[in-house]
């Protein structure tokens, strides 16, 4: 018997793992010292436990843990790397390049940038959601300070060429970030052998608490300085100053400890589910189409064009099982997927697609019952439109 409602959102958020509860609970009551207060033992304490979830971050994406700089989220992240750069680089350059289906809180920043007048290219993708990196290459300048490309498409999870991107940005002295929020914990990531130098995450995309998350910024080989975004007592490498979130940091440092030792193994039960996920729904229902990448993607990522099927309302419709139309961060707009719409394929698909992000809670028998009521409440909306 099959547990409803059914959650296959887990690109929005996933839950908190049990695990992760009960790493954080002492920090909310017996260790509240302020981790920024090391005078005495309540703060040594909580900082100690900072420290701890600092290196099992950094762990996970291969860096050290001086260069893990604490948030409140990637959205904090990606502003702190895209203003931080802009200013602390105006002396090399005013130009910023990134891509045009990257997540709002690139793109708005971008747009804000050039508000204050820096320049941006906005590099197009093919129908499978990657750049090109000839264009790449030929957008670059000698006033290019930064490039920000996003390492898993959080709509579509089509997978960037990150290695080959950071190499294309050392060769040219150009600082490279990347947004890879849906791919930490996800998908190996190494910021040594990909030569990212700023990386934005956060910790409720891999079963973590809301509210924390970090930007990797590179320290040697080359030094990357930004600026900071907020001012205060100069926590965080003088780059976020406010209190450290010590539970949330602590939750953080334990959804990454977890992740490293399981994220490989959930990896290949995600992908053997999507596929047959995908597979099933175009037997059964006709002129189903996957967005994205057919291989480079996210292994818990499926995204599909329904032919004549309003999504949103498709959505609304289904109550049992939560799926979405595409970014949980632009769901108040009634815009089409900006994402889907610079694959090439038309305004259209963009209304007519749907998202299902696999996690941790689902199992083969939810699975399997997403493919049944999607396919009858296909059929009956069919059959309503064409009577």
């Given amino acids: 018997m099959v547990r409803l409602p059914i959650y296959m959102d887990h690109h929005a958020t996933t839950p908190v793992d049990p695990r992760v509860v009960e790493a954080m609970l002492p920090y909310f009551t017996e260790v509240y010292g302020n981790a920024a207060s090391k005078d005495h033992l309540f703060g040594v304490e909580a900082n100690n436990a900072v420290e701890q979830a600092r290196k099992q971050i950094a762990t ?21 790397a895209l203003f931080g750069a802009a200013e602390k680089y105006a002396g090399k350059g005013d130009h910023i390049i990134t891509c045009v289906t990257e997540h709002k809180a690139v793109l708005d920043a971008a747009k804000r940038l050039e508000q204050m007048g820096k320049r941006v290219t906005y590099l197009r993708v093919d129908q499978y959601g990657r750049i090109d990196l000839d264009e790449l290459r030929d957008a670059i300048t000698l006033q290019t300070v930064l490039i920000s490309v996003m390492a898993a498409n959080n709509e579509i999870g089509t997978l960037a060429p990150v290695t080959e991107i950071g190499k294309i940005a050392r060769e040219h002295s150009v600082i490279f970030h990347t947004d890879a929020t849906q791919a930490v914990g996800h998908i190996p990531i190494d910021v040594q052998q990909m030569q990212i130098d700023c990386l934005s995450m956060s910790a409720h995309k891999l079963y973590g608490p809301k509210g924390i998350g970090a930007l990797y910024v590179r320290k040697s080989n080359p030094r990357v300085r930004l600026a900071p975004v907020l001012y205060g007592g100069g926590h965080e490498r003088g780059l976020r100053s406010g209190t450290p979130n010590v539970p949330g940091i602590v939750g953080f440092g334990e959804a990454a400890a977890i992740a490293k030792r399981e994220m490989d193994k959930l990896a290949v039960q995600y992908r053997n589910w999507t596929e047959q996920l995908f597979s099933a729904l175009q037997e059964r229902i006709e002129g189903v189409a996957r967005n994205g990448h ?28 939560a799926i979405s139309t595409g970014s949980a961060c632009t769901t108040a707009s009634v815009e089409p997927s900006h994402v889907i719409a610079a694959l090439g394929f038309g305004e259209q698909r963009a209304h007519c697609s749907l998202r299902f992000g696999l996690g941790r809670s689902n199992d083969a028998e939810q699975v399997a019952y997403a493919v049944e009521v999607v396919k009858q409440k296909v059929f009956l909306l069919r059959k309503f439109i064409m009577s």
């Fill in 60 to 80: 996970l994406i291969n860096a050290k843990p001086e260069e893990i700089i604490f948030t409140s989220g990637a959205t904090e992240s990606d502003n702190i």
């Fill in 294 to 321: 057919p291989t480079a993607r996210l292994p818990h990522n499926l995204n599909i064009y329904l032919p004549g099927i309003e999504s949103r309302a498709f959505i609304v419709d289904l109550q049992d099982l």
